[in-house]
């Protein structure tokens, strides 16, 4: 085996592969470039979702002639020049290679002008082959058009999307952009067609021009500082949060940037006042020296490492959990009192527990359930004998581990009666845990009847989940789901999984489509199937309020002991506490 040294066009491919994986990215460092040149207006054009076509030009300052050239070599760049630089980088760029990587793998023509200039000059490059600059006819500024990506990597090309997901990661690119750059304006055209436009404005117009008045109505402004750290922006209120996460949006210094650091203090923000299946949505714009952040940890430019992580995480987490915890965030009551938490530490009595639930190992169905309750029915069925103390000790006695229902308290709990005294139950843990249990047993039978809608359900969706779901359309009725694309920004349900007949379809399907349009039915079936069923099983469990008769209430306590880990829901909530008689005879303080 004989080292060689690498052609220098193989070299920026190699490179391009971890800049440049799809037209999103390679518009990503264009618009980075132009904002570093200080750019105002920036037109955007693409062709077949920028595989075909891609030209943006910016009014910024422009290249000088003698360094068109330059432009578009490897590792040459007019925003660092030693390691002290790239240790303070304030510029989006500043690696110099994007141009070099996109150049390798495309056809390119860079036009620019710079102010001091009598006319504009032009270069041309064919996959990596750079001709001469000659003189060309634009204003101040540079114009960068990319035509047929990855045509001499066709290996690369086939990995790519549809027309319109690659158009969708481009448009989202263009709002990132946007987000952190409301003194620029945007334009956007794809096929001739202008789909979107972001005048020059202030920061909170351009959140709602971008993110859209209902998240502008459902957040509250941040602005905090600590020393040399600041933040400020949006986050939502705990009432208006989603399971969705497309609305994170965190800057650093102007960069976008996707940090589980950051993203885990936000979280912890969140802890006390929101469902941990709910996701809170922000735009926050944080601000350090560049010093205190290294962003030369990956090519693509979206990883940060922070020099002092942890200072970082509890600045965000302290300046967002103080906001969330005032009364005016959430529209509820405050904090317990000290007086009040004093006087439950000090409470005398017991508190409930959970014991071994022995579980009858069988398929249940629903008449099977109800099946157990008919002791309980016998006993109701003569009123004189449900009044005779004899008669309800022998029930009690008699009674199976969760016993028999006697009550709901506030639409949420169950109360039962077995021979130990008082169980409690969480009917929505309880419920959600058995659809779950169902969910995972028929999905491994490949089992999953449907229930047909009696009127399919029409609802709005993202365009670019529309996209995504498109090639998944079988995959998604083989767990039940039909679902047809109506429009490019809708889609009609016609069928959901008969265990989830009685969950708002609109709501369950947002949710899968989501899940979807991320990872995709196979790996969600494969890397990310309890995850999914777990949502599904939320989204199927008896809701809260919900008045259940006495059977119904009967049947949930039988389909938890014929199911596994009815001990707890799937986020691990307790899902029923036991109270003993003794427990229940010290709180009335009887036999003393």
Known sequence: MNIRVLPDVLISQIAAGEVVERPAAALKEILENSLD??????????????????????NGCGIARDELVLALTRHATSKIASLSDLEQVES???????????????????????????????????????????????????????????????????FLKTEATEYAHCAETVRRQALSHPDTAFVLSHNGRVLLRFNATTAAARVRQVLGEAFESNTIAVDA?????????????????????????????????????????????????????????????????????????????????????????????????RLLAAPAASGEAGAVSPETEMSVAASPFGVPRQTMMPLQISPLQVNEAMAFYAPLAAHQSNSASLDSPAASAEAAHDAPPLGYAIAQLHGVYVLAQNAQGLVLVDMHAAHERVVYEKLKAALDSRAVPAQTLLIPVVLSVDARDVAEISPHLDGLRDIGFDVSITSPTSVAVRSVPWLLKNADPVELTRAVLHEVAEFGVVRLLAER???????????????????????????????????????????????????????????FMRGR
């Open 529 to 587: 199937r309890n995850e999914l069923l777990a949502t599904l099983a939320c989204h199927g469990a008896v809701r809260a309020n919900r008045h259940l008769a006495v059977p119904e209430m009967n049947a949930l306590l039988r389909e938890m002991e014929a199911t596994e880990r009815a001990g707890q829901c799937n986020h691990g909530r307790p899902t029923w506490f036991q109270v003993s008689l003794k427990e229940l005879d010290a709180m």
């Open 225 to 321: 500082a600590a020393g040399v750290l600041r933040v400020s922006g949006w986050v939502i209120r705990p009432g208006a949060a989603t399971a969705s996460r497309d609305s994170q949006h965190v800057y650093v210094n102007g960069r976008y940037v996707r940090d589980k650091l950051i993203v885990h203090a936000l979280k912890e923000a969140y802890r006390d006042v929101l469902h941990h299946q709910l996701n809170p949505a922000y735009c926050l714009f944080i601000s350090l020296p560049p010093d205190g952040v290294d962003v030369n940890v990956h090519p693509a430019k979206t990883e940060i490492r922070f020099r002092d992580s942890r200072g970082v995480h509890q600045f965000l987490f302290h300046a967002v959990e």
């Open 37 to 58: 040149a200080g750019a105002t207006d920036i037109q955007i054009e693409l062709e077949q979702g920028g595989v075909k076509r891609m030209r943006v030009s910016d």
């Open 92 to 158: 989006l760029g500043f690696r110099g290679e994007a141009l070099a990587s996109i150049a390798a793998i495309a056809r390119v023509q860079l036009s620019s002008r710079c102010a001091d200039a009598e006319h504009a000059w032009t270069l041309q490059v064919d996959g990596g082959q750079l001709g001469e600059p000659t003189p060309a006819a634009r204003g101040v500024g540079t114009s960068l058009e990319i035509q047929d990506l990855f045509f001499n990597t066709p290996a690369r090309r086939k």
